[in-house]
């Protein structure tokens, strides 16, 4: 019966370890060296030679959680999908929050042509002024300065299976902005 007992508290110990949160973004910091499940968008990104960097909340350098993705991991390839680094669906990605206090990454950035064409292809958009469909279109430009994350939060993903599920971002409605002009101020 005691070893029976003593099975029963080490596996409940060990599937509290293994158990992990979902957090917002603004409160990773009080996660610091634990497990959690983050589910958002990418904002901005960088691709260079071992590493892709996912900037969420903010562009960088003023991001508020960063997400770095290791090329290779052994011979293994991360697959990761363009509708992600382009911010155009949530992901959830399940990791190890730290602060970053390595060296800055001074990497030439890797020329991903189709990363480049999907960035600068034409999205549609409504123009909230006159409320008129248009076309928004880009310029990829890579960084070339080095990436320095120190002292940033980060997760570091090294294996497919911290991957999840893609979701696709709500619409927007007008209520959801904040207002530029009003004119009955005037």
């Given at each position: 019966?005691?070893?029976?007992?003593?099975?029963?508290?080490?596996?409940?110990?060990?599937?509290?370890?293994?158990?992990q949160?979902?957090?917002?973004?603004?409160?990773?910091?009080?996660?610091?060296?634990?497990?959690?499940?983050?589910?958002?968008?990418?904002a901005?990104?960088?691709?260079?030679?071992?590493?892709?960097?996912?900037?969420?909340?903010n562009?960088?350098?003023?991001?508020?959680?960063?997400?770095?993705?290791?090329?290779?991991?052994?011979?293994?390839?991360?697959?990761?999908?363009?509708?992600?680094?382009?911010?155009?669906?949530?992901?959830?990605?399940?990791?190890?929050?730290?602060?970053?206090?390595?060296?800055?990454?001074?990497?030439?950035?890797?020329?991903?042509?189709?990363?480049?064409?999907?960035?600068?292809?034409?999205?549609?958009?409504?123009?909230?002024?006159?409320?008129?469909?248009?076309?928004?279109?880009?310029?990829?430009?890579?960084?070339?300065?080095?990436i320095?994350?120190?002292?940033?939060?980060?997760?570091l993903?090294?294996?497919?299976?911290?991957?999840?599920?893609?979701y696709?971002?709500?619409?927007?409605?007008?209520?959801?902005?904040?207002?530029?002009?009003?004119?009955?101020?005037?």
């Amino acid at each position: 019966m005691k070893i029976f007992s003593i099975i029963l508290f080490c596996s409940i110990v060990s599937f509290k370890a293994a158990a992990q949160d979902t957090v917002a973004h603004n409160k990773l910091p009080a996660y610091i060296s634990r497990k959690v499940k983050l589910v958002m968008s990418v904002a901005d990104f960088d691709l260079r030679k071992e590493y892709i960097y996912l900037y969420m909340g903010n562009f960088y350098p003023n991001q508020k959680f960063t997400v770095i993705v290791k090329r290779n991991d052994g011979k293994k390839h991360i697959k990761l999908n363009k509708d992600i680094i382009l911010g155009r669906v949530m992901v959830a990605i399940t990791g190890y929050i730290s602060t970053f206090d390595g060296e800055p990454d001074t990497t030439k950035n890797y020329d991903d042509a189709a990363i480049k064409k999907e960035f600068e292809r034409g999205r549609p958009m409504i123009l909230m002024m006159t409320n008129q469909p248009g076309m928004m279109y880009r310029k990829y430009i890579p960084r070339t300065e080095p990436i320095d994350l120190k002292g940033k939060l980060v997760m570091l993903v090294t294996s497919q299976k911290q991957i999840g599920a893609t979701y696709q971002i709500p619409p927007l409605s007008p209520n959801d902005f904040p207002a530029v002009l009003n004119y009955n101020d005037y």
